[in-house]
C-alpha cells in the first residue's frame, strides 16, 4: 500500500497542475485534456444570483 501511495504522488505529482484544469474549457467529443473553468464560472454565477 505504501509503495502505490509514493508511486503515485512520485511519478504522478509531476504531471498535476492546478492553473491548467481549473481554466481550460471542456474538450468536444473524442478529444483528451480539458478542464472544468466553465463549471466554476457557472457555480459562481449562480450563488452572485441568488438572494441571500
Do not use: C, Q, W
Not at 5 to 31: C, H, N, Q, W
Amino acid at each position: 500500500m505504501f509503495s502505490l501511495i509514493y508511486m503515485l504522488f512520485v511519478e504522478g505529482g509531476s504531471r498535476l497542475s492546478y492553473r491548467k484544469p481549473l481554466t481550460a474549457l471542456p474538450p468536444s467529443a473524442f478529444d483528451l485534456g480539458g478542464g472544468f473553468g466553465n463549471a466554476i464560472v457557472g457555480t459562481v454565477v449562480l450563488l452572485g444570483e441568488s438572494p441571500l
